[in-house]
């Protein structure tokens, strides 16, 4: 079955502990994103990848790291958690031709303490 | 930039009645895509409609239709028949068709609530 999946779904965690939050699809997409959902904001870009290896800011990327080392995986990691990050959390793959449906996760819903 | 405007926070339909969910765009480009995505409360992004800009023809999809107005920059979703299932947020969102990284986001509007009632 065609999906994108992520890990962890629901997490709970203090302010200033590491953590990564696992994204990975299996439809061979090039195109990778992260988005954050808040409350009367709708989704932001956080992230994007076009390929392997390529990487790149979208409209809120502070506090936020990204790496594509496989094509397949897409993870976002918060070095330094702060109660603003705590959100409702979207990753999403394509094709990189934009006539291309994004499919999105089940998302990870992140509280910050 | 683009920007996505949803100005119906909420909106309550009946259940067999038909709805019409707004949303207004802003960009200076000529093409482009536009979709409505479905939230139900397992959080899962559905997608549920999409149309392409240089297409002048209202998409369709069962149910679920939409009004584009190029012009205007309007891009309303319209329900027939609504159900029970139907109750979600509804996100607008607008896709440029550049091919670019920056241009390949999804730049969506804060999201209508839909109510659905017997």
């Known amino acids: 079955e065609a999906q994108v999946t992520q890990n962890p779904r629901y997490l709970i965690t203090v302010t200033g502990k590491k953590l990564t939050v696992t994204c990975s699809q299996n439809?061979?997409?090039?195109?990778m994103s992260w988005y954050r959902q808040d409350p009367g904001l709708g989704l932001r870009q956080i992230y994007y990848?076009?390929?392997?290896?390529?990487?790149d800011k979208g409209d809120v990327p502070e506090g936020y790291k990204v790496s594509r080392k496989e094509k397949r995986n897409f993870p976002l990691i918060l070095e330094s958690p702060s109660p603003n990050q705590t959100s409702l959390y979207f990753c999403?793959?394509?094709?990189?031709?934009?006539?291309?449906?994004?499919?999105f996760g089940p998302g990870t819903r992140l509280t910050v303490t | 930039a683009q920007t996505v405007t949803q100005s119906q926070p909420e909106m309550s339909v009946q259940e067999a009645e038909t709805v019409t969910l707004s949303c207004t765009y802003d960009?200076?480009?000529?093409?482009?895509?536009l979709f409505w995505y479905k939230q139900p409360p397992s959080r899962q992004m559905i997608l549920v409609i999409r149309?392409?800009?240089?297409?002048?023809q209202n998409a369709t999809e069962n149910r679920f239709s939409v009004n584009f107005q190029k012009a205007a920059k309007s891009f309303s979703l319209k329900i027939s028949d609504s159900q029970l299932g139907d109750a979600a947020m509804y996100f607008c969102?607008?896709?440029?068709?550049?091919?670019?990284?920056?241009?390949?986001?999804?730049?969506f509007g804060t999201g209508t609530r839909l109510q659905v009632t017997l």
């Open positions: 439809m061979n997409h090039e195109y």
């Open positions: 990848s076009m390929n392997v290896e390529v990487t």
């Open positions: 969102a607008y896709r440029s068709a550049l091919n670019t990284g920056t241009a390949s986001k999804l730049t």
């Open positions: 999403a793959s394509s094709f990189l031709a934009t006539t291309y449906e994004q499919y």
């Open positions: 149309q392409e800009a240089y297409k002048q």
């Open positions: 960009t200076s480009e000529s093409d482009y895509y």
